[in-house]
């Protein structure tokens, strides 16, 4: 067992994201990893950049 990153999956996830970008879609407007972890930690009262929230 491993707790690394699973590597297969990131390329994955970054080839949807490039494929979207150069269909068009503007990078502001896909949705970024890691928000239900902003969602949480506003949730505690924990500073959350405002880029990260939704």
Do not use: F, Q
Request: hydrophobic share 40%; with cysteine; proline share 9%.
């Amino acid at each position: 067992m491993a707790y690394g990153p699973d590597l297969p999956e990131m390329y994955k996830r970054a080839v949807t994201y490039i494929d979207k970008i150069l269909r068009g879609a503007k990078v502001g407007d896909l949705p970024m990893p890691g928000a239900s972890v902003a969602w949480h930690a506003s949730a505690l009262g924990r500073a959350v950049c405002p880029r990260c929230r939704n």
